[in-house]
């Protein structure tokens, strides 16, 4: 903070203690300027909680003689102008180069491409190129914010593509929430792209528009928010029912949140053969038979809850081995957890607050995950979607299907060894080097075992 205090009116020692009493540490104080009657002092104050900024400030304009220029703080600063940037691979040094990189030596690779499409790979960033698209509509947990407020997630998700995996993303935020209008305009611009990263759509538009741009399309499309949460959701809980010592298939599951992630979390599931997995909404329990204005859930009733179990969470959660929750904060109560099977494990993912908090649950589950980074076990995305898309544009995939994301699942989850897993290590953290080349390589595989990838070590080969 900037502060400029008046000599005569206001000492440090009252702004160091409002400071301390709205919960901040003061770590460094400088002298910017100096006067006869007042300074501007920049100070370096540490909260454990951002929330406490506006107390801080409160406080402050309280107090006689001290005027707030300027405030900043660390994630702001991370953002200016900005997180990412377009940079050359090569420069150009002189007019041979430039002839070469644009014109007239570009019209030869121009032509090249033009007379074989498939050039576009080898002669231009297409490869190694994904879009991140989002329209602003569900962006973490703050809702519809538009594109614009979007753009700073978007971002992020091209840092980490790039960091995690080598591959360069850029964000596409589009000012329509029309399906028909996204979609033409995603298949517009795909010819630059060798990915499509769906990011923050809402349910259930998210759902025809994906659909429509892998039918439409002959490059990977991929929703993170549905499948790069139910591929490191089945990680984690192919660890914990062996630390359990359950077996998937034979596991009572529950799942809580029937939104685009629970939907794809329990299809997921129900691939890698779990039988008995019940959906519960606001509503209930979704049975078969019912009639359901939503067409996901329509699809969902009917292939899931074999035995009709009807009422609330806390009705079908009886004697349940799993909980997987994608919906809110307190949803999950202790007394729901006493009433699941011996050694419950429990997936509490809604963010940032999850439905039940691992102090809470801990002395009455086996193993407890959630979706934060200050807690053990948190599924993250950031798991996914880096060795997923490097795998998909490594051998050219048409398409990411079941078989891909099942590999990348098991991938993620032999990183950790036998002798490692424990209640609290369940799942490998985000900056674990392995799981991006474990999961590109299982990806890879899948891709051509299943048919749909285009270039085998180096080569290419018919779809």
Known sequence: MRLEMHKERVTFGQIATAIGE??????????????????????????????????IVAKLNALEGVKIINISDQTFLMHLGGKIEVQAKMPIKNRD?????YTPGVARVCTAIHEDKSKVYSLTIKRNTVAVVSDGTAVLGLGNIGPEAAMPVMEGKAMLFKQMAGVDAFPICLDTQDTEEIIRTVKAIAPAFGGINLEDISSPRC???EQRLIAELDIPVFHDDQHGTA??????????????????QDCKVVVCGIGAAGIACSKMLLAAGVTN??????AGALVRGETYGNAAWAWYAEHTNPHRLTGRLSDVIEGADVFIGLSGPKVLSVNDIKKMAADPIVFAMANPTPEITPEEAEPYVRVMATGRSDYPNQINNVLCF????????????????????????????????E???????????????????????????????????RRVRGHRQEE
């Open 22 to 55: 709205g919960g901040g540490d003061i770590v460094a104080v400088d002298v910017s300027q100096a006067s006869g009657t007042t300074t501007i002092r920049d100070i370096t104050v540490q909260m454990s909680d951002s929330s406490h900024t506006d107390t």
């Open 97 to 101: 180069d430039l002839s070469r990189v």
């Open 207 to 209: 759902f025809e528009i």
């Open 231 to 248: 591929v490191v959701l089945l990680a984690g809980l192919l660890n914990a029912v062996k630390v359990a010592g359950k077996r998937l």
């Open 277 to 282: 997995l019940i959906g519960v909404d606001r």
């Open 386 to 417: 880096p060795g997923m898309f490097r795998g998909a544009l490594d051998c050219r995939a048409a398409r990411i299907n079941e078989e891909m994301k099942l590999a990348a699942a098991q991938a993620i989850a032999s990183v950790v060894k």
């Open 419 to 453: 002798d490692e897993l424990s209640e609290h290590y369940i799942i490998p953290s985000v900056f674990n080097a392995a799981v991006v080349e474990r999961v590109r390589e299982a990806v890879i595989r899948a891709a051509v075992e299943s048919g749909v990838a």
